[in-house]
């Protein structure tokens, strides 16, 4: 897949978002969310911060290196509160509105600045620089995770699409990093993961003969991005590597985290 096809893809999940989002009033902002401390508003902070930092490494990463300081610094002082007035502090002091149109600001900023991206591109972000493709494809996953949040929250479902595949291959990639995050060492042997897109098609993913992943490739995206408990999906898991693999998964960067408890979304 070409770089202009993630841009593309990640640019409609953005909009799908925002036909959500649009559409809330201005108390539904401010309702809590799944994640601790964050309300919706919080979601769409994070968000439009991140965007903003995303444009800034591939424009300026120089000055994207230096932003990383701030960050770091903010957490050793404050921990998760000093990240969250450094991330956040800004888009709390907002109205609904105001929010709305400084994530599209960013939004644009960062759709102008993939368009410059060639598929050999590397990005710096937090941790090893990311290929173009991959960095856009961890963008994509932000969206649709912390939506997933916010429809939780208003109790809403959001469609699914094919673009979720970009999802579910992040999530089956960063099966390695999940452990090595955790500071463990990762298992010997393959997962094989097969997937019912939602549009039909079968999506596969790795080789083993006695662990497996087989189920709805919906349920595999919210289980490592950690927004459902595996207990609480359809999906099939065999093998200890399986079972284990699905207890930790962690798609995203950041400190290693555990999902929701069974039965808690």
Not at 190 to 207: A, C, I, K, N
Request: with cysteine.
């Amino acid at each position: 897949m070409d770089v202009t096809e993630v841009a593309a893809d990640l640019l409609a999940e953005q909009k799908q978002l925002d036909s959500i989002v649009s559409r809330l009033s201005a108390e539904q902002w401010l309702l809590p969310t799944p994640s601790p401390r964050w309300s919706v508003a919080d979601q769409i902070g994070h968000l439009t911060y991140f965007d903003g930092t995303a444009t800034m490494a591939i424009v300026d990463p120089e000055a994207f290196r230096a932003s990383i300081d701030d960050l770091m610094s903010a957490a050793g002082a404050d921990g998760d509160q000093g990240v969250d007035d450094l991330t956040l502090g800004e888009f709390r002091r907002l109205s609904a509105q105001e929010q709305l149109e400084a994530w599209r600001s960013n939004r644009r900023a960062l759709t102008d600045a993939a368009a410059g991206l060639d598929n050999d591109t590397r990005v710096p972000w937090y941790g090893p620089s990311m290929g173009s493709k991959s960095f856009l494809t961890a963008r994509l996953m932000e969206v649709w995770a912390h939506g997933q949040d916010i429809v939780d929250t208003i109790g809403v479902r959001r469609e699914a699409t094919d673009r979720l595949r970009h999802i579910a291959q992040l999530g089956y990639i960063t099966r390695r990093w999940t452990y090595l995050n955790r500071q463990e060492e990762p298992p010997q042997g393959g997962v094989r993961v097969d997937l019912v897109s939602p549009s039909g098609d079968t999506w596969s993913f790795g080789e083993a003969e006695d662990a497996s992943i087989v189920g709805d490739a919906l349920d595999f995206c919210l289980v490592v991005t950690q927004r459902r408990n595996i207990a609480d999906t359809s999906l099939v898991v065999s093998g200890d590597r399986a079972a284990d693999w699905m207890a930790k998964a962690q798609a995203f960067a950041g400190p290693p985290t555990d999902g929701p408890d069974e039965g808690s979304r």
